[in-house]
């Protein structure tokens, strides 16, 4: 997790169908160690260029030792909680997913993080709400330094 500690931005690109809009989403992404450094936090914070709607989440990111899988508990400003599962797919890509249902309608979310690149995290995420409704985003961010930061 240590490849992903720090501050990122970037802008994602975000496709809703299937009436097919899509928007671009300012983005950042704030990682920093928790819990005796047992588990990483993720601030995540959205705005939308044309709408300028924000949205803002909270993650906590941990190893469960038992399971050999990563957990990622995520909370949304709309007061939705998730809990998907991950793995390392190979040295720098980490992928998670989360199959859940909400007022009737199955939800799958997967999510990619991918840091192949030094200072450069690419984002991806598929959400499928119902049978109807399928949101895309993916974007790159860059890593930004700070003056207290040891990277």
């Excluded at 802008?11 to 009436?19: A, F, I, K, L, M």
Aim: glycine share 6%.
């Amino acid at each position: 997790m240590e490849k992903f500690l720090g501050h990122w931005e970037g802008n994602v690109h975000s496709e809703t169908g299937p009436v097919v809009t899509s928007k671009e989403i300012k983005t950042s992404f704030d990682f920093s160690r928790t819990c005796k450094d047992l588990a990483v936090l993720l601030s995540a914070k959205f705005e939308s260029d044309s709408t300028h709607q924000k949205m803002e989440s909270y993650s906590v990111m941990a190893y469960e030792m038992s399971k050999k899988e990563i957990h990622m508990m995520m909370l949304n400003d709309s007061g939705e909680v998730y809990d998907l599962t991950g793995k390392w797919t190979n040295d720098y890509s980490l992928n998670f997913t989360c199959n859940t249902v909400r007022n009737g309608k199955n939800i799958g979310i997967t999510l990619w993080m991918i840091v192949k690149i030094k200072d450069q995290l690419e984002y991806k995420r598929y959400t499928n709400i119902g049978e109807d409704l399928l949101i895309s985003d993916s974007g790159i961010l860059s890593r930004k330094k700070s003056g207290k930061s040891k990277d």
